[in-house]
């Protein structure tokens, strides 16, 4: 029969969890298994048709449905701003004239004659 304390000490470590049973560590295994995946493919394959075979595919199948939902709302903003985006060319094309540059050269002038 086991001593009082040993049968204690057994309890007590199976009650505490262990780091290779939590969610992070599988995590880590996970990510570390992908990247050596990677690097085997890399190594086997080579850089450029590592690059078409196997990241191009990953791309087009993850970018290209996320960029086919956020263009149409993109190209509706751009053509919905497009009378004040024409407003603020105007009035900046309006202003940059001599006779305004002028008034705003004086204007200024003056204000710093009041400084000193």
Known sequence: MPS???TAARRNA???PSFFRTPAFYAVVAAT???????????????RRFRDEVLEPI????FEPLLAAATPPAERAWDET???RDH??????SINTDEVRTALAERLTAWVQRLR
């Open 33 to 47: 298994g992908v990247v050596g995946l990677a690097a085997l493919g890399l190594a086997v394959l080579g850089p």
């Open 88 to 93: 603020v060319a105007r009035l900046f094309h």
């Open 59 to 62: 791309n087009r199948i993850t």
């Open 82 to 84: 497009r009378p004040w």
């Open 4 to 6: 009082r304390s040993k």
């Open 14 to 16: 199976k009650a505490q």
